[in-house]
């Protein structure tokens, strides 16, 4: 099946810093890539919707300019935490749709747990 | 937005008894999946259903699904200690919208 990786799988930083989180398709290319966050025994709430070339589609309550997601090509989505603080620590999930999104498989990364001192 | 609601929101169980997970949804779909997560860890995909589908098996797993009623169970036979792990409905619909999970479901097998 496709495969879908995140980079880094883990990171710690200190409070007021930016880190990035790259989401890639392996050997497929997405046009469509999406962002999850999940809290400590809770689910997965879609953060946004990323588009090949197109601005990102947030979700209510999510602030676009503290989480910058750029789809810059076909396999690789990026998703910035701008001025981190302990609050925003969760494990973000991406997934990505091959093609133009008629398939029902959306495929999952790993996953990347970031920790906000 | 969460589309989904599992019940129960937690499970025990002995090795070798059956788990059943339900999972209620509020819109049309065109399909439901079920993942599992261990803790801390990624999703791993179970199997999905159409929604023109009844019923679907995969090894262990049983998923039924009632459009009329909004609702689809997971049902793990015989289960082992491995399948210790959080179990979420996921709602699909048309076009390029993204899955909606539901709110999980913990199960606990107990060796």
């Known amino acids: 099946g496709a495969v879908v990786s995140q980079h880094p799988s883990w990171v710690i930083c200190k409070s007021g810093t930016s880190v990035k989180i790259e989401c890639r398709s392996l050997d497929f290319q997405a046009t469509t890539m999406f962002w999850y966050r999940q809290f400590p025994k809770q689910s997965l709430m879609l953060m946004a919707t990323s588009n090949e070339g197109s601005k990102a589609t947030y979700e209510q309550g999510v602030e676009k300019d503290k989480f910058l997601i750029n789809h810059a090509s076909l396999t690789l989505s990026t998703l910035t935490v701008t001025s981190a603080h302990p609050e925003d620590s969760s494990f973000y999930i991406c997934s990505a749709r091959e093609g133009q999104g008629l398939t029902d498989t959306q495929y999952f990364g790993p996953g990347t747990r970031l920790t906000v001192l | 937005s969460q589309q989904g609601e599992e019940d129960p929101q937690a499970l025990s169980i002995q090795e070798g008894e059956n788990a059943t997970m339900n999972c209620s949804y509020k819109?049309?779909?065109?399909?439901l999946q079920w993942y599992r997560q261990n803790s801390g860890r990624g999703l791993v995909h179970l199997i999905l259903i159409r929604s023109n589908e009844r019923e679907k098996h995969s090894g262990r797993l049983r998923v039924t699904l009632d459009t009329s009623k909004k609702s689809s169970s997971l049902l793990i036979t015989a289960s082992r200690a491995a399948d210790t792990a959080s179990y979420f409905c996921a709602t699909g619909q048309t076009g390029n919208t993204p899955l909606v999970f539901g709110k999980g479901t913990r199960l606990s097998v107990i060796a």
């Open positions: 819109t049309s779909i065109n399909n």
